[in-house]
């Protein structure tokens, strides 16, 4: 457990990697799961299980949204209130936040369910594709029950001191879930159905040892659900917006991208898309939990006007998010040929198709992982109009203008350079922000050293 006595005692430094190191131990945990279970669904049920996850990916993606906006938005308003001293409104806000992402999750399930067939032919579904996707979204409707509730509790438990446990559920439920994929995969044969029911009962794993928190009497945080108070609900979704802000613009983009993939190349490539985002989301988490690391600290000292560790957290933020992006790239880029005949199944168009879309991407690392942090400073803070700014900018708004541009101008690989294009392009204005924010910050100590 970590104290409020780290917060003002510890070097910032020596805190950082308090929270780095169970952070990057979770998301290690979170890549090994997503890399074997894309392998898994590969191997077990081909690539049009590839191509099934590929398309739901915006479904997935809007879930992740509404649990990552309540779960950072209360998380660091809890850290803030910690900050200043108010720990009352640090417990109220979690029970706010647990209330709200419940009543949510549990009306979009609901509607998904009830038009699920519509559902499947807006995503651009047809043929056997379409039945694969009804099949695998009419469980995983329920998965999406469960795991943005995971999630929201994560970021609270690790808030609350105590980022080791986040890190214990993570392993359990990854064993769990790619030994429940091996089990109804290749033992059981139950082909796309499996893997949802493998990603759904890994969660109630998840689920259960998160509760050891609140019964252990090592956090300040008790499980209730209350009536919500509009202006604690507003201040929580203030903070998350910049992650709605882009999930919805992601969701926008993916589904355009999907079109375009199926519509003007072919399913192929839609798996070649697949395979790539399977390797991206793990730069993601990685990327990801630097940010977690740093986002208690900031919101914490931002509360308790500690400016000098504000701004030391965000240059270490930076440091190690360019860093380990550029490792991770070079490591990729450099194995893709191993990598990719894994999920292709030895297609040598798929390979091909893959190789080239994979290659491009993680060209963009050192952009995203700026960006990233940008996103982190900003929300850690309540800045949310610059962190909405930078994330509408690197999912919607580049991406929009590169989707059309690109491909006529790069026909064999512009349409798989929209990335490296949108965040070269944001990192830009991220730069900016951070500058002026650094500037302002120097001289608010100036004017206090004046005076």
Not at 107 to 118: A, E, K, N, R, S
Not at 283 to 295: D, I, K, N
Request: glycine share 8%.
């Amino acid at each position: 457990m970590i104290s409020d006595d780290d917060f003002t005692s510890t070097s910032t430094q020596g805190l950082f990697f308090k929270f780095l190191l169970p952070a990057l131990l979770t998301v290690v945990t979170k890549s090994v799961l997503i890399v074997a279970d894309g392998m898994l669904i590969a191997n077990g049920v081909g690539h049009l299980g590839l191509a099934t996850v590929g398309l739901s990916m915006p479904i997935h993606s809007l879930f992740g949204a509404l649990a990552m906006v309540v779960g950072l938005g209360g998380a660091a308003t809890m850290s803030m209130r910690y900050g200043e001293g108010d720990e009352r409104g640090a417990k109220e806000i979690f029970k706010q936040s647990l209330t709200f992402i419940l009543g949510l999750v549990s009306f979009f399930v609901v509607f998904g369910l009830l038009f699920l067939p519509q559902l499947v032919s807006y995503l651009g579904a047809t043929g056997e594709l379409a039945t694969y996707a009804t099949d695998f979204l009419g469980i995983m409707f329920f998965f999406y029950l469960f795991h943005p509730i995971v999630i929201v509790i994560t970021f609270f438990v690790f808030n609350d001191r105590n980022p080791h446990l986040p890190m214990y559920s993570m392993l359990i439920g990854l064993i769990t879930h790619l030994a429940l994929d091996y089990l109804l995969l290749f033992e059981l044969a139950m082909g796309i159905k499996g893997a949802a029911l493998a990603a759904l009962m890994s969660q109630f794993v998840m689920l259960a040892i998160l509760m050891v928190h609140f019964y252990s009497g090592k956090g300040i945080l008790s499980l209730a659900l209350v009536k919500l108070k509009l202006d604690e609900v507003k201040q929580v979704i203030k903070i998350g917006s910049p992650l709605m802000s882009l999930e919805i613009a992601t969701i926008i983009a993916m589904v355009i991208f999907n079109y375009v993939l199926l519509n003007d190349f072919s399913e192929l490539h839609l798996a070649a898309f697949g395979i790539t985002m399977n390797l991206g989301v793990v730069l993601l988490f990685f990327l990801g939990g630097v940010g977690q690391a740093c986002q208690p600290i900031i919101s914490y000292c931002f509360g308790a006007n500690d400016k000098e560790r504000v701004r030391e957290t965000l240059i270490l933020g930076i440091q190690y998010s360019l860093g380990l992006a550029v490792v991770f790239a070079l490591i990729v880029l450099m194995s893709l040929d191993y990598i990719i005949p894994i999920y292709s199944e030895g297609n040598a168009q798929l390979t091909a198709l893959a190789q080239s879309a994979a290659s491009l991407y993680f060209i963009a690392a050192p952009f995203i992982a700026f960006n990233l942090i940008g996103t982190t400073l900003f929300q850690a803070i309540g800045h949310a109009t610059k962190a909405n700014i930078i994330s509408v900018c690197r999912a919607l708004v580049f991406i929009l203008i590169a989707i059309f541009i690109l491909p006529q101008v790069f026909p064999q690989d512009g349409i798989w350079s929209l990335t490296l294009f949108a965040e070269l392009f944001t990192a830009i204005i991220t730069g900016l922000f951070i500058v002026k924010f650094l500037q302002s910050y120097e001289q608010q100590n100036s004017l206090t050293q004046t005076c």
